[in-house]
């Protein structure tokens, strides 16, 4: 049975840094892209970066400069490394897995391309 684990959320100053991991057990974890999406109160579950199994990354332009997501396949973990954190990154932060070996690009910006997904780590920003 495939479960993804996400730690490190917590509470954090504007301007701060972050650092989430996602642990993968019951899946070949270098055969799938995964992603980090994130969900706001009142507000849908939004995608916030994804990476391949060889190494290529994509990111929403909300994030892009400031988090930056990598693997290590042979630990079966995805980091997101989040810095210069603003308020409106406050959400709970879910790690998922793509549903197919192939997605790549625009593809992994869309939730439904995720068949596997944490129960999320809350993150939040205060001014």
């Known amino acids: 049975q495939v479960q993804l684990v996400e730690s490190g959320g917590g509470l954090v100053q504007a301007g701060g840094s972050l650092r989430l991991s996602c642990a993968a057990s019951g899946l070949t974890f270098t055969n799938y892209p995964m992603g980090w999406f994130r969900q706001a109160p009142g507000k849908e579950r939004e995608f916030a970066a994804a990476?391949?199994?060889?190494?290529?990354?994509y990111y929403a332009d909300s994030v892009t400069g400031r988090f930056t997501i990598s693997r290590d396949n042979a630990k079966n973990t995805v980091y997101l490394q989040m810095s210069s954190l603003k308020p409106e990154d406050t959400a709970v932060y879910y790690c998922a897995a793509a549903s197919s070996l192939y997605y790549s690009g625009r593809v992994l910006m869309n939730r439904s391309s995720y068949n596997y997904w944490g129960q999320g780590t809350q993150v939040t920003v205060s001014s």
């Open positions: 990476i391949r199994s060889g190494g290529s990354t």
